[in-house]
């Protein structure tokens, strides 16, 4: 999850093909500790316009398929297409159902045609684009003319508690990086896409302890995978140096680990003059 509005990124973007190999060994262990993604991905349905009939819907970075499968119950006669950038989550997701035809894509550059869903959903995937312009413009390129991009993702101040504790520590980029909600509003309102709503919401988690947080981390395929991040082993001095610092935080439930969600959908207007 790189945010771009860093501008001197030290080594440049995750590499995708890390994402993906990332993901697709997550996919086993991913729906134990996808608590947050179920309650995102939920919310991000109860967004959808009531009216909306897609003969043809997309999940976008579907991962195990969970959403794929409560958008085939909404749209029973709607066609359905999972796409995910990690080969090993859509083997996963094949075999529970849901959608139709299950894609190994990229949401910069979707293999799919132009003008061929009434719905794209892509729920906590696109933080992992560095190019969000690309998916927006790939949305209004696949969606068509009366179609809507429906998507959550995260900004900046998630995993806050995290990132400052290891601040104090070493300095070092241990949390993956997010967009500005700035960032967001603007290209949204530039991508030729009507804005029918776009709003953050931040979602805590509590946990008895560090460790906790950051093996659910792992588990979900979401670990820090950013250039500069450090490597191999944890020491020691500086993990004791993380705990400390992180229990200036806790609250009565435990420690929190914050996540900005920004929920979107826009629609593709129905003639390029509206
Ligand atoms: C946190 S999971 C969310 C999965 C599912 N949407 C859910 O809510 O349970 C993120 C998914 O996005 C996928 N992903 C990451 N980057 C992607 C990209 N560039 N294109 C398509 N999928 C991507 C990952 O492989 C992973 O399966």
């Given at each position: 999850?790189?945010d771009?509005?860093?501008?001197?990124?030290p080594?440049?973007?995750?590499?995708?093909?890390?994402?993906?190999?990332?993901?697709?060994?997550?996919?086993?262990?991913?729906?134990s500790?996808?608590?947050?993604?179920?309650?995102?991905?939920?919310?991000?349905?109860?967004?959808?316009?009531?009216?909306?009939?897609?003969?043809?819907?997309?999940?976008?970075?579907?991962?195990?398929?969970?959403?794929?499968?409560?958008?085939?119950?909404?749209?029973?006669q709607?066609?359905?297409?999972a796409?995910?950038?990690?080969?090993?989550?859509?083997?996963?997701?094949r075999?529970?159902?849901?959608?139709?035809?299950?894609?190994?894509?990229d949401?910069?550059?979707?293999?799919?045609?132009?003008?061929?869903?009434?719905?794209?959903?892509?729920?906590?995937?696109?933080?992992?684009?560095?190019?969000?312009?690309?998916?927006?413009?790939?949305?209004?390129?696949?969606?068509q003319?009366?179609?809507?991009?429906?998507?959550?993702?995260?900004?900046?101040?998630?995993?806050?508690?995290?990132?400052?504790?290891?601040?104090?520590?070493?300095g070092?980029?241990?949390?993956n990086?997010?967009?500005?909600?700035?960032?967001?509003?603007?290209?949204?309102?530039?991508s030729?896409?009507q804005?029918l709503g776009?709003?953050?919401?931040?979602h805590?988690?509590?946990?008895?302890d560090?460790?906790?947080?950051?093996?659910?981390?792992?588990?979900?395929?979401?670990h820090?995978?950013?250039p500069g991040?450090?490597?191999g082993?944890?020491?020691r001095?500086?993990m004791q140096?993380l705990?400390q610092?992180?229990?200036?935080?806790r609250?009565?439930?435990?420690?929190?680990?914050?996540?900005?969600?920004?929920?979107?959908?826009?629609?593709?207007?129905?003639?390029?003059?509206?």
């Amino acid at each position: 999850m790189t945010d771009l509005s860093l501008p001197n990124l030290p080594g440049g973007l995750p590499d995708k093909r890390q994402v993906a190999a990332s993901f697709s060994r997550a996919a086993a262990s991913y729906d134990s500790v996808a608590e947050l993604q179920r309650a995102v991905g939920a919310h991000l349905l109860t967004q959808l316009p009531a009216d909306l009939q897609p003969p043809c819907w997309v999940d976008l970075g579907s991962g195990t398929g969970h959403f794929s499968r409560a958008l085939q119950a909404c749209y029973p006669q709607g066609l359905g297409v999972a796409v995910d950038i990690a080969e090993g989550m859509l083997l996963h997701a094949r075999e529970l159902g849901g959608a139709r035809y299950h894609v190994v894509g990229d949401a910069e550059r979707l293999p799919l045609r132009s003008a061929s869903a009434g719905l794209i959903f892509s729920s906590l995937a696109v933080q992992w684009c560095a190019d969000f312009a690309a998916v927006l413009g790939e949305a209004r390129r696949v969606l068509q003319p009366g179609g809507v991009f429906a998507f959550a993702s995260l900004c900046v101040g998630t995993l806050y508690e995290l990132r400052d504790s290891w601040q104090e520590v070493d300095g070092l980029v241990h949390v993956n990086r997010f967009r500005q909600l700035d960032d967001y509003q603007r290209l949204c309102a530039a991508s030729g896409l009507q804005v029918l709503g776009l709003h953050t919401q931040p979602h805590v988690l509590h946990y008895p302890d560090v460790r906790s947080l950051t093996h659910e981390l792992k588990a979900l395929g979401a670990h820090n995978l950013n250039p500069g991040r450090p490597t191999g082993l944890t020491g020691r001095a500086r993990m004791q140096g993380l705990l400390q610092a992180y229990e200036r935080f806790r609250q009565p439930a435990g420690l929190p680990a914050t996540y900005q969600v920004v929920y979107g959908v826009l629609h593709k207007p129905l003639s390029e003059g509206d």
